[in-house]
């Protein structure tokens, strides 16, 4: 027999045999195909596993969206009646509420730094028995590019005089004029500018439409201020 045919017989036996171990051994197959199996999808598994979460970002002081990155989330809330406290959010953090117990009746107000957003001092002041000397000292220490938070609880009215008037008038408000013995008023303003604030809502002392007897509504503004920048 020839070397060439000698070749060609040995692969042909060879071929047989692997063909009958496939054949007689089929567990083989499976194990085998699992193995395959694993190393494909198990890779992918662990790409999946490992892919980084993107970080979601949720809307501050109860704003249905997030503010542009060039503005302040906030949200004011009058008092109701002599019960329920006002609440003043900045930024993401309650500052003033009932609940933190750091409100009271009068005006609540809030100082915040309007380039960085910190909160520079908050404060309350009985408008009704307290001394007026005490919050036109507050009031004057408002610096020009300073955001203005207030809300009113129980009466904000009885002890507000011309000078504190103006100086609301001054950093924004249209209706400080307007406000009376009882009403609900809250409003955000900001020092150093001309310009009336859209941030402001006022609902007046009313038998015929109170809805706390003596007391009206509570009254909600919520937005994005601007960086004073």
Known sequence: ?????????????????????????????????????QHIFGAQRATVVTAAVPEISHPKCSLSKNCPSDHFAFQ???????????KICFDGNIVMSGVMNNVGPGLNLVLVNGEN???????????????????????????????????????AATKMTDEIRNIFAGLGSSS?????????????????TEQKSPFE????????TNIYGNWPEVVE????????I
């Open 117 to 155: 957003g910190k909160i520079e001092k908050f404060d309350y002041f009985n408008m009704y028995s307290g001394e007026t000397k005490a919050i036109l000292d507050f009031l004057k220490t408002i610096k020009p590019g300073m955001i203005v938070l207030v809300a009113s609880f129980d009466d």
């Open 221 to 228: 503004i919520a937005g994005c201020f601007p960086r004073k």
């Open 1 to 37: 027999m020839r070397p060439r045919d000698i070749v060609y017989a040995v692969t042909f036996l060879i071929v047989i045999l692997v063909m009958w171990g496939i054949y007689t051994n089929p567990p083989y197959i499976h194990q085998s195909a699992r193995v395959i199996q």
């Open 201 to 208: 809502k006022l609902a007046a002392n009313n038998q015929k």
């Open 176 to 192: 400080i004029k307007d406000v009376k013995f009882r009403d609900s008023w809250v409003f955000a303003g900001g020092a150093g």
């Open 76 to 86: 004011i809330k009058s008092g109701a009646a002599t019960v329920v406290g006002p």
